[in-house]
């Protein structure tokens, strides 16, 4: 008689609903499951650290549009694993966490990590469902995965106990039906006609209508009918921080460089999928124009009105069809610019000399050499790893995937690259949650390198595309340990640390530290200097070492690691590292900042602080 085990069937389920990567760590009892989903052609990837592996899964789910899996091990593990829940719910990624626990019967009984998970979590996700029987298997982790998909995307959990993963299932649960679990892709809704028509009266009569383009646009892979619509009304656009690429950054309606001129001034805008929250300011004076009327495009009702958009004017539905309902109804017609004040200048005369302002600014950092007696700038080694990288492979191609976190880091590197492809941009989100960018990494490869999820339309699956990490020095630390995952997959990312020597900026133990860089060996160097004793006075509470060789942490498991200081060996590195097969880090040694203002661009000048360091 075939039977089968829990795991097995925890497995078989997954597979039958299209799971083709789990991302978690072992332990008992899961450690089963994730042997029984290797044995079925499933890949499991096994990280360090519970945090990375469930950032992981969440921007999986975002960059492929299917859920992605986590599987971790009970108690501490769902604790490390909150702060991937936390970041899906942050940024609306499907995401379906699956967690051993207790046997249900030593239940409080201070079990092997025993933790109540479904008390715990029920508040942080959208289901969590305890598999509390054998043949309760299927069921909970197919509710579980379609609850993360359809409707606004989020976090679900399973919560698995040892004695139902180890159990022994009756003969008839041994192989589930496939065609009864097999789910198709979310139902998607159109909206109100009403509505559109209401939304296409007001941006015919805008002055200076905008379009604000979200990373939920990028996530409805509404790409090809933004497109079109922007071609055919001519209508600005701003993408956001991960809405870029919907719409190539060089297109010329582009207000990414004019993004303050283009929130003061726009009378109407058309936001799709995105927030009215901190990343646009609220949709409110001062950045906003008190005036403007907000028009939102979301899957979710529970977001029109929010903040400072036009309730009466919010239309629910999925981007794609909504924007095909744009095209219908404004085919006749083109955005005609006229001075949006009585002698003033016309909307988009605005947007182009505050942009050509800005990037002017932009490019005189870029193109400033860097005397032999400082450290290079954030601008500068931008400058050059951009211009490396140009050389090796055409920007408009595609084929690399960035992530970017930190503060200044992730700030001054949004400008800089440039997006020809959409979800190819991967920073700290609407969480802003610092210690991703390594788990992204290796959720970028298994979207674009490794398995396409069937049902996936990954355009350029076949063609491995190299992934690229911009890292804060701080960003970088919360899990470096995931260099070894890279190696252990033979995952050839680049990783850049911008080694500032700080959260934000270094301290004044700093510029000491500086001059002792110079006279170290590039090749790794054994004995690492340590800080002059006295220095350490000057900690602040910002303060990293400078002298940390990060990129030791490629070369003590098989990768490439380089010391960069100067712009020679920072072209060198690039180029090296772009064309290595093994994953690389690359420590690059720049300008630590002292005494210069602590911020996040992002957050507008009103939330400054002034650094007193
Ligand atoms: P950003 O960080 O780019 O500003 P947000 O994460 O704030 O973007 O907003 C994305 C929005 O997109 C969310 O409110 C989410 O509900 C919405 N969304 C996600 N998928 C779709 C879809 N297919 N159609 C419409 N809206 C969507
Ligand atoms: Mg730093």
């Not at 509390?132 to 959990?157: E, F, K, M």
């Not at 283009?262 to 995105?274: E, I, P, Q, T």
């Not at 503060?407 to 610092?434: E, K, W």
Request: with cysteine.
């Amino acid at each position: 008689m075939a039977t089968a085990t829990g795991a097995q069937l925890i497995a078989r389920t997954l597979r039958d609903l299209g799971v083709t990567v789990i991302f978690g760590i072992v332990g008992i009892p899961v450690v089963e499951i994730a042997e029984e989903a290797i044995n079925l052609g499933i890949r499991f990837v096994a990280f360090r650290n519970e945090q990375a592996c469930s950032y992981a899964a969440s921007v999986y789910g975002y960059m492929t549009g299917r859920p992605g899996v986590c599987l971790v091990v009970g108690g501490p593990g769902v604790l490390h694993a909150l702060a991937g829940i936390g970041n899906a719910t942050a940024n609306n990624f499907p995401l379906i966490v699956l967690a051993g626990s207790a046997e249900t019967s030593n239940v409080t009984k201070g079990s092997f990590q025993e933790m109540d998970a479904i008390s715990f979590l029920t508040p942080h996700t959208k289901l969590a469902v305890r598999a509390s029987t054998l043949d309760s298997i299927p069921g909970s982790v197919q509710n579980a995965y379609r609850t993360c998909w359809y409707g606004r995307p989020g976090p679900t959990y399973v919560d698995l106990p040892a004695d139902i993963i180890q159990g022994n299932a009756p003969a008839s649960l041994a192989v589930p039906p496939p065609e009864k679990i097999l789910l198709p892709s979310p139902p998607r809704a159109s909206g109100d006609p009403k509505m559109i028509l209401k939304a296409v009266q007001l941006l015919k009569s805008a002055k200076a209508p905008l379009l604000v383009i979200g990373k939920g646009a990028a996530y409805a892979r509404a790409e090809a009918g933004i497109r079109k619509l922007v071609e055919h009304t001519q209508v600005p656009f701003l993408p956001t921080p991960m809405g870029k690429g919907v719409i190539p950054d060089s297109h010329p309606l582009n207000a990414s460089s004019a993004r303050s001129a283009a929130l003061k001034h726009s009378d109407v805008a058309l936001v799709l999928g995105a927030r009215l929250n901190w990343i646009l300011h609220f949709g409110e004076p001062p950045k906003w124009s008190p005036k403007a009327k907000i028009i939102q495009v979301d899957i979710c009702a529970e977001e029109i009105g929010r903040n400072a958009g036009t309730a009466e004017l919010g239309i629910v539905g999925d981007i794609d069809l909504v924007v095909e309902q744009f095209q219908h109804a404004l085919a006749n017609w083109r955005y005609t610019p006229s001075p949006l004040s009585a002698g003033g200048q016309p909307f988009p005369v605005l947007l182009a000399e505050s942009a050509k302002k800005n990037e002017a600014k932009a490019q005189k950092a870029a193109l400033l050499k860097t005397p032999s007696s400082s450290p290079l700038t954030y601008q500068r080694a931008y400058h050059i790893i951009k211009s490396t990288l140009n050389t090796l492979t055409p920007p408009e191609a595609g084929d690399v995937v960035y992530v970017s976190e930190g503060a200044n880091t992730m700030d001054i590197s949004r400008s800089v690259f440039p997006l020809y492809h959409p979800r190819q941009r991967l920073d700290a989100g609407t969480y802003a949650t610092m210690g991703v960018g390594l788990g992204y990494i290796i959720a970028a490869h298994e979207a674009f390198n490794a398995s396409a999820s069937p049902g996936t339309t990954l355009s350029a699956a076949a063609k491995p595309k190299k992934i690229i990490a911009l890292e804060g020095d701080s960003a970088f630390g919360f899990s470096a340990m995931e260099i070894e995952t890279m190696a252990r997959y033979r995952i050839p990312a680049l990783i850049f640390v911008m080694n500032n020597s700080g959260i934000y900026h270094g301290d004044s133990t700093s510029e000491d530290s500086w001059r002792s860089l110079q006279d170290q060996t590039i090749i790794s160097d054994t004995k690492a200097s340590s800080p002059a004793e006295e220095g350490k006075k000057g900690l602040r509470s910002t303060s990293l070492l400078y002298e940390t060789r990060y990129e030791q942490l490629a070369t003590m498991c098989g990768g490439k690691g380089y010391f960069a200081r100067t712009e020679e060996e920072l072209e060198k590195a690039t180029r090296d590292g772009f064309l290595s097969d093994s994953v690389t880090v690359v420590n690059v040694v720049i300008d630590p900042g002292i005494g210069k203002k602590i911020g996040f661009a992002w957050q507008g000048n009103n939330n400054k602080q002034e650094a007193k360091l």
